[in-house]
């Protein structure tokens, strides 16, 4: 069964950091993307990061700088590093997932493209 479930969200002050997790089960992730999405309460769901089936990273503007993204292999699982957070960084993240050809060196930050989901993880920035 293919699932995604995403954890580490919770409430942090202005400035602070956040890891997020995403742990896969029924994924290969040298042949899966991953990619991490947002969406604030009234708003649209917006691309954060992903990373390939090859590890490459890409990362949307406004992240660039604050955010990484990793995996762990052995452990099926993708982090989302955020650090500096802002009130405007308040939102749902999701995780999600694509198969591809192995060891692919791209990946696009476009929700069309992911076809399978996780449940979403709450972060809040709030003082």
């Known amino acids: 069964q293919l699932q995604l479930v995403e954890s580490g969200g919770g409430l942090v002050q202005p400035g602070g950091s956040l890891r997020l997790s995403c742990a896969t089960s029924?994924?290969?992730?040298?042949?899966?993307?991953i990619g991490w999405f947002r969406q604030a309460p009234g708003k649209g769901r917006e691309g954060v990061s992903c990373?390939?089936?090859?590890?490459?990273?890409n990362y949307a503007d406004s992240m660039k700088g604050r955010y990484t993204i990793s995996r762990d292999l052995a452990r099926n699982t993708v982090y989302l590093q955020m650090n500096s957070l802002k009130p405007e960084d308040t939102a749902i993240y999701f995780c999600?997932?694509?198969?591809?050809?192995?060891?692919?060196?791209?990946?696009?930050?476009?929700?069309?493209?992911?076809?399978?989901w996780g449940q979403g993880t709450q972060v809040t920035v709030s003082s």
């Open positions: 999600a997932a694509y198969r591809t050809p192995r060891n692919r060196a791209y990946c696009p930050i476009m929700e069309g493209t992911y076809d399978h």
């Open positions: 029924g994924f290969t992730l040298p042949a899966t993307a």
């Open positions: 990373i390939s089936s090859g590890g490459g990273t």
